[in-house]
């Protein structure tokens, strides 16, 4: 993927996190006045807990998976992270979360990208929705790991103009890389231009919109 992006000059970028869940963002940027989204937690939130507890950052997480939620629970989690038990999505209503054919994995998917019959149905919110009730106007970081429902996530993003500075993407492969492609040009003409990008995870900082 990174051969056919032009990724934007940054210094500072730093890959945080396991090698099994990494991302590349200017941790360095980020501090006690810092807010990060977190959709989709699975079970490896080391990426979440290095902005706590690396960057004093306050971080939100989302996931409605009852397995994920377990993990959680079970974790001994830093001061400044809290973990809420629905998802992200372009309205708030009641979905279908499908099982992945594999049981040993723990991402369920909106869009059933693995064409199981087995589900739960849980809540989603829209993130403008979210964010108001939280009574957050802006965002320092969104992460997007949400098994193909990201480009409905960020057509929402775009509709409701929000205002995110660094925004990292999980793109998951449902549909033909053209899809793909177009919705990085229209995050681009919104401004959001990427610096990173590793296989199907792409980073990106938002700057002026291009006109």
Not at 65 to 75: D, K, V, Y
Not at 103 to 113: A, C, E, K, M
Not at 164 to 179: A, G, R, S, W
Request: glycine residues 6%; negative net charge.
């Amino acid at each position: 993927m990174g051969r056919i992006i032009k990724l934007e000059p940054m210094q500072g970028l730093r890959r945080v996190g396991s090698e099994g869940a990494p991302w590349t963002v200017p941790l360095d940027e980020f501090d006690s006045s810092s807010v990060c989204y977190l959709a989709g937690v699975g079970e490896d939130i080391t990426f979440d807990i290095a902005l706590v507890e690396q960057a004093r950052c306050k971080a939100h997480s989302f996931d409605p998976t009852p397995r994920a939620a377990t993990h959680i629970e079970s974790l001994n989690l830093p001061d400044g992270y809290t973990f809420h038990k629905f998802g992200i999505w372009s309205s708030d209503t009641t979905l279908k979360f499908f099982a992945p054919e594999n049981p040993s994995n723990v991402s369920h998917s909106i869009l059933n990208l693995q064409r199981t019959e087995e589900y739960f149905e849980a809540g989603v919110r829209r993130l403008k929705s979210i964010m108001d009730e939280l009574g957050h106007t802006e965002l320092d970081l969104l992460k997007i790991d949400i098994e193909g429902a990201e480009y409905e996530v960020l057509e929402s993003i775009i509709e409701d103009d929000l205002k995110i500075k660094y925004l990292c993407v999980d793109f998951d492969q449902p549909y033909p890389i053209i899809k793909t492609l177009i919705m990085l040009r229209r995050l681009r003409r919104h401004g959001y231009l990427p610096v990173a990008v590793d296989g199907w995870d792409i980073s990106f900082a938002f700057k002026s919109p291009v006109k």
